[in-house]
């Protein structure tokens, strides 16, 4: 029988951990964004060092939910909120329609190809997202999917929740794949 982990097993070893650091003290500005990248660098932590078929590879049937779909449907959340609402880009959706509107969960399929472009797409997005923060008072206001008023605060909140929500999705999967536990 094998043995089992326990949470107390680190997942990196902290002094190579890239979330470590950042402001403690700092503005508004600064505090939210310092959470989204902690967040999104979760995220990134708990894909790497998986071939095409472990960030593929399903949860547990029926889910279609993947490491791989989780990455596509960042990317897809990320330009949704950041290029289309508050960017007011005519940016079309990469992997969502209204024929396949699970498309960035079923198109995660263990393809190399697939997981190169996934990757390039979000790294893609959040550069956008990080820039459009950058310039942008957080004041500014964009809209919801229902034309509802949001200003950057806001969906900088909602995006730390969102990352935060699917990293618990994330520790699972990874923990099936690899055993490796959630940090």
């Known amino acids: 029988m094998a043995s ?21 003290l700092g503005d508004e500005r600064a505090t939210l964004t310092e959470f989204l990248r902690g967040q ?19 949860a547990v049937e029926p889910s279609t939910m993947s490491l791989l779909g989780l990455l596509r449907h960042m990317a897809e959340v990320e330009r949704g909120w950041f290029r289309r609402r508050f960017a007011g880009l005519d940016a079309p959706r990469r992997y969502q329609s209204e024929a396949e509107p699970d498309g960035d969960f079923d198109g995660a399929v263990p393809d190399p190809a697939v997981v190169d472009e996934a ?40 995006m730390i929740e969102e990352y935060a929500r699917h990293n618990g999705h994330a520790d699972l999967l990874r923990e099936r794949i690899d055993g490796r536990l959630g940090q």
Not at 13 to 22: L, M
Not at 41 to 57: I, M, P, S, V
């Open 4 to 24: 089992l982990q326990h949470r107390a097993d680190l997942f990196l070893d902290p002094a190579e951990d890239p979330r470590a650091g950042g402001p403690t």
């Open 40 to 58: 999104r660098l979760t995220l990134q932590l708990k894909c790497e060092g998986l071939d095409a078929e472990q960030l593929a590879r399903r």
């Open 119 to 158: 990757w390039t797409a979000w790294r893609e997005e959040v550069a956008f997202s990080e820039q459009f923060t950058r310039e942008t008072d957080l004041g500014f206001v964009g809209a919801d999917s229902t034309g509802s008023p949001v200003s950057l605060r806001e969906l900088l909140v909602h």
